[in-house]
């Protein structure tokens, strides 16, 4: 997150967005390259099927549109568009979920590992 391109913001916003953008960059130096991409991954997964759900419930208020030919085809593979505009949408920038999860698995992770290594050492 850029934290200097949110121009008129609540200071006290800023400060803690700072302090827990800080601590994201100290977890994610702990944690392996591959584990990063793992989480990174499922995130923006996450964030894909949530936009295709919210798009579905949209399209369901539609009906099919004669200029793609309609009929029982477009019905057919319209679930299948959906899901894909959703995982676009989230490839281009979503709505920003995927970050706030990415944190939240990356604090559970660290948890999880810090807690192994508490169990190896007794």
Do not use: C
């Amino acid at each position: 997150m850029n934290i200097g391109t949110l121009k008129g913001t609540d200071p006290t916003l800023l400060a803690r967005l700072a302090q827990s953008d800080a601590a994201m960059q100290a977890a994610k130096s702990k944690l392996n390259p591959q584990k990063l991409a793992e989480i990174d991954n499922a995130a923006n997964e996450f964030e894909g099927m949530f936009l295709s759900e919210m798009l579905s419930h949209m399209f369901e208020t539609t009906g099919v549109d004669p200029m793609f030919g309609g009929g029982e085809s477009e019905e057919t593979w319209r679930g299948m568009m959906v899901d894909e505009m959703g995982k676009q949408i989230a490839k281009s920038g979503g709505l920003g979920l995927s970050d706030p999860i990415k944190a939240e698995m990356i604090k559970l992770q660290e948890a999880a590992d810090n807690e192994s290594g508490i169990k190896q050492r007794t």
